[in-house]
């Protein structure tokens, strides 16, 4: 399974990528705009820090300008991913880009023939957004199990992208259901490993070992 970092923060990147379990970073422009660097630039800082995929949103609405934008996107370095929100523009700017081997990931997806259609017209990636729908009184994890069954059922290799990802236990349940990638916020990363328990531990051992006769 991998773990992409949601967030176009420089800081938090370079910390979880220092861990040494980063596989990648999703942004998208609600977190860009939280970041006071220019776009192009902090975008090719963000590939340069991480050595895997970066999904790059694109903001136009009609194929024929999702297209361009997208290419404009993908030369800013080897490792964009370009995102694309789902609807029929999107379907036709995917098939499009599909084509010229520019990777695709599919957001803003909340249900399964969404995915279904995204990874027909060629994504690389389809992005369900769960904490979303939890939100809204759905259940989010319930659409990534369906999507990872259809998936399976018919062979697609568009990877699935467990986001909107609120809390460990989505990622848990990610990892259960076989979803291959979870983009996880920093917070609930750095969740991931800690434990009340092993700090406890921790402490009664180092305790300890001050009365050890060294
Ligand atoms: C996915 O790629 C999005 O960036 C992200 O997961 C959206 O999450 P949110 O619902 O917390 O905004």
Redo the contacts with the bound molecule.
């Keep these: 399974m991998k773990f992409?970092l949601?967030t176009a923060n420089l800081g938090q990147i370079a910390e979880a990528a220092s861990w040494g379990i980063l596989d990648g970073v999703?942004?998208?422009p609600?977190?860009v705009s939280r970041e006071d660097e220019p776009f192009e630039v902090l975008i090719k800082k963000i590939c340069e820090t991480v050595p895997g995929p970066v999904?790059v949103?694109s903001v136009a609405t009609k194929a024929e300008d999702i297209i361009p934008e997208a290419r404009e996107l993908a030369r800013l370095a080897d490792n964009v991913v370009v995102?694309v929100p789902i609807n029929i523009e999107g379907l036709k700017a995917i098939k499009v880009l599909a084509q010229e081997g520019i990777p695709v990931?599919t957001?803003l997806i909340f249900n399964p023939m969404q995915a279904l259609m995204a990874a027909k017209a060629g994504a690389r990636y389809v992005?369900p957004?769960v904490?979303?729908l939890d939100?809204i009184g759905h259940d989010g994890m319930e659409l990534v199990d369906q999507i990872v069954t259809i998936f399976n059922n018919y062979g697609f290799e568009t990877e699935v992208?467990v986001?909107?990802?609120?809390h460990p236990l989505h990622v848990i349940e990610a990892a259960l259901m076989g979803a291959d990638i979870a983009?996880i916020?920093f917070g609930a990363f750095e969740k991931l490993v800690q434990h009340p328990l092993t700090d406890i531990g921790m402490e009664k051992f180092l305790k300890d070992w001050e009365k050890v006769n060294r």
């Excluded at 986001?163 to 609120?166: D, L, Q």
Aim: glycine fraction near 4%; aromatic fraction near 8%; proline fraction near 4%.
């Design positions: 992409f949601d999703t942004t998208n609600t977190l999904s949103e995102k990931n957001t992005s957004f904490g979303r939100d992208i986001a909107s990802i609120r983009t916020p």
